[in-house]
């Protein structure tokens, strides 16, 4: 059947005279051999045809796809679920983490989990030989730590400096010259590599991990204690440079020496803290006639910044330095001129206008900043300062350049820009900056540069606040749904910073919802917010349906103060609270359990305020109660307020009241005016 309908199709292309092309080719025409290949092939020509109006078919280039082209493609079609935990979380429903403490438990958790597999898989290796991954990933299978050549060579030398053991590469080395082996200069500057980067000493089987979370802890750290932190952290890492180790022995061992060598041992000096041998070394090198590489001028500028010199001579060797680079014809580089920014932080005032400098030279030789660059710069400008005595038109200028651009990791710290930005925004209190530095968050992937998870926390935190001091009530409640608790979780502080501004907007109806959701993030047991949500509900009276909602909303607050948790083996009852939950027990027409109320300032020696009483002789009176009435006079008395006289008054005058209970009264006020006067007394004597 097939091949019929294609003998038809061949006869009326012939009887119509048009060409053939590719597989279709037949007595009436051959396509050529150059339509299989890219490029532009025209038509072949056939006698009688008319081939006015036919089209040049172009056959376009092989286009070679990203490996995970496919999945960015689907990736593309997903938006962001604002119902749902964040993606890190989505593991076990039961684990799903409620606030931010939990949610770092469960990222250390994880962490953990994920550093002890890989400690089980290289501990034995032999029993994960299975490759299951397709492709091939290496880094899920093991690693082999234990070096195979046994015996005093040059390969066994290599093959200890490639598994990182520091120790055994040495004693190899010894060995080697012990036995009268030279080794090649090569393998030399490779061992140097590795004791200049682990100075001198045994990385640890987490050493990554500890790194990293180093970079972290010194990033976050202020700059009063800056150098403190440093000094702690390379000594808890083993980052301290000793002198007389095995890198600089070797070092002087060595029969030659090249510019590699005197570059790793200058960078290793830097990064462990030694910048007096680094720059002595140098020294050393420009004496031997030797160039340095951009790295280590960048580590050079590092170690002039760490000299205990003043700012003005430390500025002028950083431009010795740029001098130098150029007489080497040195080309600087991206992090070239980041070290530069990132020295010029310690500058304080007067490293502002280096900073603009250094920022223009920049872009004048063809380097594209990064998001560190002018996270540093912000930095610079933002430092210890308020608002009015900085510089405001700087962040302005800088989200200008950046409104729009798409940016890609090009250093370590482009992942500090939001936070300092978002930091700026929530000190100038502009709204409007804060939108345009959110909105650059949002373009393309730069969501990617928000960073770990409390630096997320920051940023969101500062942005949400900004919103709710500034913006409509309405905007502020959608962008309460729209970030929590799917983007971060609310602090305390995050969620009074919104009370007030329901209060500021006269929304209050709004408090029951929101602390049904303080609730599943973890604030039961915030004793300033719940203190909060009740001054607001007490402050005024509202409608009959919203004091039940009040009065509903009291309730689930005063039994997170009766519950019995880990945290509060006792309830603790504040006196603020207990006169507010009362009152609005009053309100909402729940008489019995306001007086059950009454009874906890006895129990727990806490004083009520008049005001409470007030509402109490009223509820009182509207049910025609005498014997409240009385109760409540005879509470003040005991606590000896001087509202106690007034009260008996009231009781006197609104209730029926049989001689006895007046008789009691009376005493009961006699003896409030004779404490309170014996109490005056005592103050007069102590005068």
């Given at each position: 059947?097939?091949?019929?309908s294609?003998?038809?199709?061949l006869?009326?292309?012939?009887?119509?005279?048009?060409?053939?092309?590719?597989?279709?080719?037949g007595?009436?025409g051959?396509?050529?051999?150059?339509?299989?290949y890219?490029?532009?092939?025209?038509?072949p020509?056939?006698?009688?045809?008319?081939?006015?109006?036919?089209e040049?078919?172009?056959?376009?280039?092989?286009?070679?796809?990203?490996k995970?082209?496919v999945?960015?493609?689907?990736a593309?079609?997903?938006?962001?679920?604002?119902?749902?935990?964040?993606?890190?979380f989505?593991?076990d429903?039961?684990?799903?983490?409620?606030?931010s403490?939990?949610s770092?438990?469960?990222?250390?958790a994880?962490?953990?989990?994920?550093?002890?597999?890989k400690f089980i898989?290289?501990l034995?290796?032999?029993?994960?030989q299975?490759?299951?991954?397709?492709p091939?990933?290496?880094?899920?299978?093991?690693?082999y730590?234990?070096?195979?050549i046994?015996?005093?060579s040059?390969?066994?030398l290599?093959?200890?400096?490639?598994l990182?053991?520091?120790?055994a590469s040495?004693d190899m080395f010894?060995?080697?010259?012990q036995a009268g082996t030279?080794?090649?200069?090569?393998?030399?500057?490779?061992?140097?590599?590795l004791?200049c980067?682990?100075?001198?000493?045994?990385?640890s089987a987490?050493?990554?991990?500890q790194?990293?979370?180093?970079?972290e802890?010194?990033?976050?750290?202020?700059?009063?204690?800056?150098?403190?932190?440093?000094?702690k952290a390379?000594h808890?890492?083993?980052?301290t440079?000793?002198?007389?180790?095995?890198?600089e022995?070797?070092?002087?061992?060595m029969?030659?020496?090249?510019a590699?060598?005197?570059?790793?041992?200058i960078r290793?000096?830097?990064?462990?803290?030694?910048?007096v041998?680094?720059?002595?070394?140098?020294t050393?090198?420009l004496?031997?006639?030797?160039?340095?590489?951009?790295?280590?001028f960048n580590?050079l500028?590092?170690?002039?910044a760490?000299?205990?010199?003043?700012?003005?001579d430390?500025?002028?060797?950083?431009l010795e330095l740029?001098k130098?680079?150029?007489?080497?014809k040195?080309?600087?580089?991206?992090?070239?001129f980041?070290?530069i920014?990132?020295?010029?932080?310690?500058?304080?005032?007067?490293?502002?206008?280096?900073?603009?400098?250094?920022?223009?030279?920049?872009k004048?030789?063809?380097i594209e900043?990064?998001?560190a660059?002018?996270?540093?710069i912000i930095q610079?400008?933002?430092?210890y300062?308020?608002p009015?005595?900085?510089?405001?038109?700087v962040?302005?200028?800088?989200?200008?350049?950046?409104?729009?651009?798409?940016f890609?990791?090009?250093?370590p710290?482009?992942?500090?820009?939001?936070?300092?930005?978002?930091?700026?925004?929530?000190?100038?209190?502009?709204?409007?900056?804060?939108?345009?530095?959110?909105?650059?968050?949002?373009?393309g992937?730069?969501?990617?540069f928000?960073?770990?998870d409390?630096?997320r926390?920051?940023y969101?935190?500062?942005?949400?606040?900004?919103?709710?001091?500034?913006?409509?009530?309405?905007v502020?409640?959608?962008?309460?749904?729209?970030l929590?608790p799917?983007?971060?979780?609310?602090?305390?502080?995050?969620?009074?910073?919104?009370l007030?501004?329901?209060?500021?907007?006269?929304?209050?109806e709004?408090?029951?919802q929101?602390?049904k959701?303080?609730?599943?993030?973890?604030?039961?047991?915030?004793n300033?917010?719940?203190?909060?949500?009740?001054?607001?509900?007490t402050?005024?009276r509202?409608?009959a349906?919203l004091?039940?909602?009040?009065?509903?909303?009291?309730?689930?607050i005063?039994s997170?103060?009766?519950?019995?948790?880990a945290?509060q083996?006792?309830?603790?009852?504040?006196?603020?609270p207990?006169?507010?939950?009362?009152i609005?027990f009053l309100?909402?027409?729940?008489?019995?359990?306001?007086?059950?109320?009454?009874?906890?300032f006895?129990?727990?020696?806490?004083?009520?305020r008049?005001e409470?009483?007030?509402?109490?002789?009223?509820s009182?009176?509207?049910?025609?109660?005498?014997?409240q009435?009385?109760e409540?006079?005879?509470?003040a008395?005991?606590f000896?307020l001087?509202?106690?006289?007034?009260?008996?008054?009231?009781?006197m005058?609104d209730?029926a009241?049989?001689?006895?209970?007046?008789?009691?009264?009376g005493?009961?006020t006699?003896s409030t005016?004779?404490s309170s006067?014996?109490?005056?007394?005592?103050?007069?004597?102590?005068?």
């Amino acid at each position: 059947m097939a091949a019929a309908s294609s003998v038809r199709w061949l006869r009326v292309r012939c009887r119509l005279g048009l060409p053939l092309t590719g597989r279709r080719a037949g007595p009436c025409g051959r396509a050529p051999s150059c339509r299989f290949y890219s490029g532009r092939a025209a038509l072949p020509k056939v006698e009688g045809a008319d081939i006015t109006g036919i089209e040049e078919v172009v056959i376009p280039k092989r286009k070679t796809w990203d490996k995970v082209a496919v999945l960015q493609a689907l990736a593309s079609t997903v938006n962001r679920d604002t119902t749902a935990a964040p993606h890190a979380f989505q593991d076990d429903p039961y684990l799903i983490p409620t606030s931010s403490v939990e949610s770092r438990s469960f990222l250390l958790a994880k962490k953990s989990g994920e550093n002890a597999a890989k400690f089980i898989i290289n501990l034995h290796p032999k029993y994960f030989q299975k490759d299951v991954a397709e492709p091939h990933i290496p880094c899920l299978m093991p690693e082999y730590f234990e070096p195979q050549i046994e015996d005093i060579s040059e390969a066994a030398l290599k093959e200890r400096i490639k598994l990182k053991k520091v120790k055994a590469s040495v004693d190899m080395f010894d060995q080697l010259l012990q036995a009268g082996t030279t080794v090649c200069l090569e393998t030399t500057n490779s061992l140097l590599d590795l004791l200049c980067y682990y100075g001198d000493q045994e990385p640890s089987a987490d050493y990554h991990f500890q790194q990293s979370e180093k970079s972290e802890e010194l990033d976050e750290a202020t700059e009063e204690n800056k150098e403190k932190s440093k000094k702690k952290a390379g000594h808890q890492f083993g980052g301290t440079w000793r002198a007389k180790n095995n890198a600089e022995r070797i070092f002087a061992l060595m029969p030659e020496k090249n510019a590699h060598s005197y570059c790793t041992m200058i960078r290793g000096m830097v990064k462990h803290r030694a910048p007096v041998q680094a720059l002595n070394l140098y020294t050393e090198l420009l004496n031997n006639r030797l160039h340095v590489d951009v790295c280590t001028f960048n580590s050079l500028i590092e170690a002039t910044a760490m000299m205990n010199e003043k700012f003005e001579d430390k500025w002028n060797n950083i431009l010795e330095l740029l001098k130098q680079m150029v007489a080497q014809k040195v080309k600087p580089n991206l992090q070239t001129f980041n070290t530069i920014l990132k020295c010029l932080r310690r500058f304080y005032a007067f490293g502002k206008l280096p900073a603009l400098h250094t920022l223009r030279e920049m872009k004048a030789i063809g380097i594209e900043p990064s998001l560190a660059t002018y996270h540093y710069i912000i930095q610079l400008f933002y430092q210890y300062e308020s608002p009015s005595k900085g510089s405001p038109l700087v962040i302005y200028d800088i989200m200008n350049e950046l409104t729009g651009k798409k940016f890609s990791p090009r250093d370590p710290d482009d992942g500090m820009f939001f936070q300092s930005a978002m930091r700026v925004c929530s000190y100038l209190r502009d709204l409007e900056l804060a939108y345009q530095v959110h909105g650059l968050l949002n373009t393309g992937d730069n969501r990617k540069f928000i960073g770990p998870d409390h630096r997320r926390n920051f940023y969101y935190s500062k942005f949400f606040n900004l919103l709710c001091l500034m913006e409509q009530i309405d905007v502020t409640l959608k962008w309460y749904k729209d970030l929590i608790p799917s983007v971060f979780f609310p602090h305390s502080q995050t969620l009074i910073d919104l009370l007030q501004a329901l209060d500021v907007a006269n929304r209050l109806e709004m408090i029951p919802q929101i602390w049904k959701g303080h609730k599943e993030y973890g604030h039961t047991f915030r004793n300033d917010l719940k203190e909060e949500i009740l001054m607001l509900m007490t402050r005024d009276r509202h409608p009959a349906e919203l004091q039940v909602a009040f009065a509903d909303c009291a309730a689930d607050i005063k039994s997170t103060y009766e519950s019995q948790d880990a945290r509060q083996t006792v309830p603790d009852w504040p006196v603020n609270p207990l006169n507010y939950i009362a009152i609005l027990f009053l309100r909402a027409g729940r008489t019995q359990e306001a007086w059950k109320m009454l009874g906890l300032f006895r129990k727990h020696n806490k004083i009520p305020r008049n005001e409470l009483l007030n509402e109490f002789m009223d509820s009182a009176k509207a049910s025609n109660s005498p014997a409240q009435a009385i109760e409540l006079v005879k509470l003040a008395s005991a606590f000896s307020l001087p509202i106690c006289e007034s009260l008996s008054r009231r009781v006197m005058i609104d209730f029926a009241i049989s001689p006895e209970q007046k008789e009691a009264l009376g005493n009961l006020t006699a003896s409030t005016s004779d404490s309170s006067s014996d109490s005056d007394s005592d103050i007069s004597e102590g005068k």
